[in-house]
């Protein structure tokens, strides 16, 4: 049974910074690309970031490129969302999600409970 | 980037009767050599994550009810609840995966009348 747990969220001042950290169980985490997506409070869904399942090929979503990096460790089974410069406009809930194929298919069949992030001064 | 609109944003529909969805791409998510339109359904309910439904448009995921089909080909897409019980309250959100970045229809809301 996939397990996915989300951590690391909070408040955070404008300007900031915060890592996210995904961990995960109940499948072979090193076979699978993970993403990121996140939901802005009464929003809907917004994808965030992708990493390949041995980390060689990482795409972030124009709105957090440059501010935000995806990173895995295999070893430890855990996903991670480095954010930078974060902005009122990033509040939301960030979920972690399994990528549905091993090729990369960019759907997503397992998500976390969500971590909760607030930018806020 | 493909948009992709959902309609109704809302519907109540007796319990026992059919829901219907829709979902439209601002182009084709169908891959011709492998005949697969890249189109993903999900479920939310309040204060949960989205949950996987239906994949390539009308696969159903595993342990998911047989009350649930998507059809559809192309730009339009259709997700069907045949009789819609009263678990099925949530908010359903179609998405694309055929070219990058993946997005998602603004959701519809779907209530008990």
């Known amino acids: 049974q996939v397990h996915l747990v989300e951590s690391g969220g909070g408040v955070v001042q404008p300007g900031r910074s915060l890592r996210l950290s995904c961990t995960a169980s109940?499948?072979?985490?090193?076979?699978?690309?993970m993403h990121w997506v996140r939901q802005a409070p009464g929003k809907g869904l917004e994808w965030v970031a992708v990493?390949?399942?041995?980390?060689?090929?990482?795409y972030h979503a124009d709105s957090v490129k440059g501010r935000f990096t995806i990173s895995r460790d295999n070893s430890k089974n855990t996903l991670y969302l480095q954010m930078d410069s974060l902005r009122p406009d990033d509040t939301a809930v960030y979920y972690c999600?399994?990528?549905?194929?091993?090729?990369?298919?960019?759907?997503?069949?397992?998500w976390g409970q969500g971590t909760l992030v607030i930018v806020s001064s | 980037d493909i948009v992709m609109t959902q309609s109704p944003d809302s519907l109540a529909v007796s319990l026992g009767e059919r829901a219907t969805i829709n979902c439209k791409s601002s182009?084709?998510?169908?891959?011709?050599?492998?005949?697969?339109?890249?189109l993903a359904w999900y479920q939310q309910k309040p204060g949960q994550p989205p949950k996987l439904l239906i994949y390539w448009a009308s696969n159903r995921e595993s342990g998911v009810p047989d009350r649930f089909s998507g059809s559809g080909s192309g730009t339009d897409f259709t997700l069907t609840i045949s009789s819609l019980q009263a678990e099925d309250v949530a908010v359903y959100y179609c998405?694309?995966?055929?070219?990058?970045?993946?997005?998602f229809g603004g959701g519809t809301k779907v209530e008990i009348k």
């Open positions: 182009q084709s998510v169908l891959y011709s050599a492998k005949n697969k339109n890249y």
């Open positions: 999600a399994k990528d549905g194929e091993r090729y990369r298919a960019d759907y997503f069949d397992s």
């Open positions: 998405q694309q995966c055929y070219s990058s970045p993946p997005t």
């Open positions: 990493l390949a399942h041995d980390g060689t090929n990482k």
């Open positions: 109940g499948f072979i985490f090193s076979s699978y690309a």
